[in-house]
Nanobody
């Protein structure tokens, strides 16, 4: 089992920045990949960014956030971050932390609201 606790988010003006954090605990030795997804009411949850747990980690981003968002990890803290810059109103969503373990089971955080005002 992996437990995830998210923090960050809130209300941000368009063009501004904010950072999300997600701390993992429990069976962290089995984590294969960490990432962020987002969901707008009435729409499907979509991938934002992922980062692998390998020594030389690789990242992947949705086209809509490339060049504006940066995902990173602090392995010693078992924490993944999402730095969000140049925010747009269309980035408004509930952001969920995600962890995939070696067995391919996925765990989710409780979600944190990010609202970008125009």
């Amino acid at each position: 089992q992996v437990q995830l606790v998210e923090s960050g988010g809130g209300l941000v003006q368009a063009g501004g920045s904010t950072r999300l954090s997600c701390a993992a605990s429990g069976s962290i030795f089995s984590i294969n990949r960490m990432g962020w997804y987002r969901q707008v009411t009435g729409k499907q949850r979509e991938l934002v960014a992922t980062i692998t747990s390998s020594r030389i980690s690789s990242t992947m981003y949705a086209d809509s956030v490339k060049g504006r968002f940066t995902i990173s990890r602090a392995n010693a803290k078992n924490t993944v971050y999402l730095q969000m810059n140049s925010l747009k109103p269309e980035d408004t969503a509930v952001y969920y932390c995600n962890v995939e373990v070696i067995s391919k089971i996925n765990y989710w955080g409780q979600g944190t609201q990010v609202t970008v005002s125009s």
